[in-house]
């Protein structure tokens, strides 16, 4: 161990560590209004956000036939599916389940039903061609065209 990890041992031992006051941020996401996102038939609650680094937690509501259109990933991204479901070429999350996608792969993914997602960036995913979203104008980018997705057998 080092010096200054001995001594935080020892002051938890002791009894003489505190809790950093303020060290936690509680939201009520329930309370929270959905927002609209850069893509058409996409809502956003954001929950946690770090511009610098790219991170963000987020909530993300499909509308059913919603297709996000072809990204990648910089780095993992991980999705938690609350209700509904989302597929991609690989497969189908469905509500329950939980997909990561591994940093540098690409993808467009698509829900037929619609679904609600807890969402985790590392990194902000590239697309082609949507570089940015002014949420005032409410501008975002259609995707009108048919989904490339795994389909059921």
Known sequence: MTEIQNETYAQRLSGKSEPTLQGSVYLKPQDMAWKPSQFEGIEIKVLYEDKQLGEMTCLLRWQPGTTLP??????????????????????????????????????????AEGCVILAIYRKPNIFKNSAGFDADSRKQIATAHAPRTHQAS
């Open 70 to 111: 072809f990204h990648k990933h910089p780095e993992i991204e991980q999705s938690y599916v609350i209700s509904g479901s989302f597929s991609d070429h690989d497969g189908i999350c469905r509500a329950g389940e939980y997909v990561w996608r591994k940093p540098e792969s690409q993808h467009e993914t698509h829900s």
